[in-house]
C-alpha cells in the first residue's frame, strides 16, 4: 500500500480574472429611498419622545434635549454610512459567477459561481412593492439558506435577472467539486 501524500499547489493571481468598478451594476435610487424613509421613522419616534420628555420634566429640561441631539447625532451618522455605502452597492453577473458587493466601512464582496446554485426566487414585501422593487436570493447547495442576495431591483430587472442566473445554470452544469 502506497501512501501518496496530498499536496496543493499555489495558483499565482496574476492570472485570475479581476473584477473592476464598471463590472458591477447599480441598485435602483429607489432602495436608498426606502432605507432613508425605514431610518427616519425611529429617528421620529426618538426625537417625539424627547420632547416628551422635555416637556414633562420640569427639572432638569435640559436631559430630554440632550436626548434629542444625541439621536439627531446618531442619526445623522447612520444616513451619511446608507448614503455612502450606497454607492458601493452592486453585483456583477458574469460568465461563471455571480458576484454582490455592499458596505463601507466593511467592505464584502460574494461570488457564486453558477455550477453550484441550486435555485434562485424573486421576494418582494410590501414596502418593496410599493416602491417597485424586488430582491433575488440565490441559493447553493448545503446551504440553509439564501447564499447571496441582491436588493434593490426593479420587478421587471429581478425577474429578467433570476432567467438569466438560471439560464446560466443550466449551461454551465452541476458542479464538479465534492
Known amino acids: ?78 444616513f451619511t454610512a446608507t448614503r455612502l455605502s450606497f454607492s458601493f452597492w452592486g453585483y456583477a453577473v458574469r460568465e461563471h459567477d455571480l458576484t454582490v458587493r455592499k458596505g463601507v466601512l466593511i467592505r464584502t464582496a460574494t461570488t457564486v459561481p453558477f455550477n453550484r446554485v441550486q435555485h434562485a426566487s424573486v421576494h418582494s414585501g410590501p414596502l418593496e412593492r410599493f416602491m417597485g422593487l424586488a430582491t433575488i436570493r440565490v441559493f447553493t447547495a448545503g446551504g440553509a439558506g439564501a447564499d447571496l442576495s441582491i436588493e434593490g431591483l426593479t420587478t421587471n430587472a429581478a425577474g429578467v435577472l433570476k432567467d438569466q442566473i438560471l439560464a446560466r445554470v443550466a449551461t454551465t452544469g452541476p458542479s464538479s467539486v465534492l
Open 1 to 78: 500500500m502506497t501512501s501518496g501524500a496530498f499536496t496543493n499547489q499555489s495558483v499565482p493571481l496574476t492570472g485570475a480574472p479581476q473584477l473592476t468598478d464598471g463590472d458591477f451594476q447599480p441598485l435602483e435610487r429607489k432602495l436608498l429611498t426606502l432605507r432613508l424613509v425605514l431610518l427616519a421613522i425611529p429617528v421620529g419616534i426618538a426625537v417625539l419622545a424627547g420632547l416628551v420628555v422635555t416637556v414633562l420634566i420640569d427639572d432638569p429640561r435640559w436631559l430630554g434635549l440632550l436626548v434629542i441631539l444625541a439621536v439627531l447625532i446618531i442619526a445623522a451618522i447612520l
